[in-house]
């Protein structure tokens, strides 16, 4: 892949969806990837590299980080690395449920449904992409806690509108911030960089789409069904952002899961990078009129503003 790869997907003009639907199709018709045959799965994974970039470790910056030795903070990046892969694999399965049920029954004929289908092939591929990556990192399989489960199977199977779309874009622009870091540092193991390669350049079309949409679906909205809304995405953020790094990443690690989850949450140079990765999306989500006072709790608690 060239660095022209890892732009993000172009700006349409601001002549409605249907041709900002037909951009991103013709874009996915010019660059796709398939992560069968483009990731190395063949060669060992060699464990003198990190999983992710170190600075984005949720205990980088901490006493207990400065204890540990290389081979511990290399295997702590791995297991991180694997859980924020098993988490992305979780919301991908919501979002395809979501966008599926956005599109019963409407035009096959109108781009934006035929997007909607390309898009929910990518994340198909994306979360193969994501299972078979952790796996490779020799990781057991992360799942979120049972009460972020069973709200999101709620939030699946009833969420809708600007609702859904919003919170797609939370959980796609967190990941994107990281994983552009991760994909050009060298630390990294060569096949999670490709991963997250692939994973970058897809998903700008998807955040292109999520943006669109959540604009589209606001245009009308009154006051009461934005400030509920506002208040439903940034709690369903909060449990997508919480849900990143599962506390057995420490066990697993080797590590006194104690000791790191303790310092893991009073972490303030994590904390710091959470908020300036999520800088452009907070601004958006305030244009939109969803960064209302209820909401803003929830993104505080999630350290993301």
């Not at 660095?3 to 601001?14: C, F, G, I, L, N």
């Not at 057995?248 to 959470?274: C, F, I, P, Q, T």
Request: charged fraction near 25%; hydrophobic fraction near 40%.
């Amino acid at each position: 892949m060239t660095s022209a790869d890892v732009q993000r997907a172009p700006e349409a003009a601001p002549s409605g969806r249907h041709e900002t639907a037909q951009r991103l199709l013709d874009s996915s018709a010019t660059l796709s990837y398939d992560p069968a045959t483009e990731v190395d799965w063949e060669t060992p994974l060699d464990k003198d590299f990190h999983g992710a970039s170190p600075e984005w470790s949720t205990l980088y910056g901490t006493s207990y980080w400065a204890e540990m030795t290389p081979e511990q903070q290399k295997e702590l990046t791995r297991q991180e690395a694997a859980s924020v892969a098993s988490t992305g694999i979780w919301f991908e399965m919501i979002l395809q449920q979501m966008v599926l049920r956005d599109f019963y029954a409407k035009d096959p004929t109108d781009p934006a449904f035929q997007w909607a289908l390309t898009e929910i092939a990518d994340e198909c591929r994306h979360s193969i992409m994501f299972a078979r990556g952790a796996q490779k990192l020799g990781a057991p399989p992360y799942r979120p806690r049972r009460l972020a489960v069973e709200l999101g199977r709620v939030f699946k199977a009833v969420a809708g509108g600007e609702a859904a779309y919003a919170a797609i874009l939370v959980a796609e622009e967190v990941l994107d911030v990281m994983q552009r870091d991760w994909m050009r540092d060298e630390r990294v193991v060569p096949f999670v960089r490709t991963i997250n390669n692939i994973h970058v350049v897809e998903e700008s079309r998807h955040m292109k789409f999520a943006r669109e949409e959540t604009r589209e679906q606001l245009e009308g909205a009154g006051a009461v069904r934005r400030q509920f809304n506002a208040l439903v995405i940034a709690i369903a953020s909060y449990f997508i952002v919480s849900s990143m790094v599962n506390r057995d990443v420490y066990k697993n690690a080797g590590l006194d899961a104690e000791r790191a989850l303790r310092e893991a949450k009073a972490n303030e140079h994590h904390k710091s990078m959470m908020r300036s990765s999520c800088a452009g999306l907070m601004e958006f989500l305030g244009s939109c009129g969803l960064l209302t006072k209820p909401a803003l709790v929830f993104y505080k608690r999630a350290n993301l503003i």
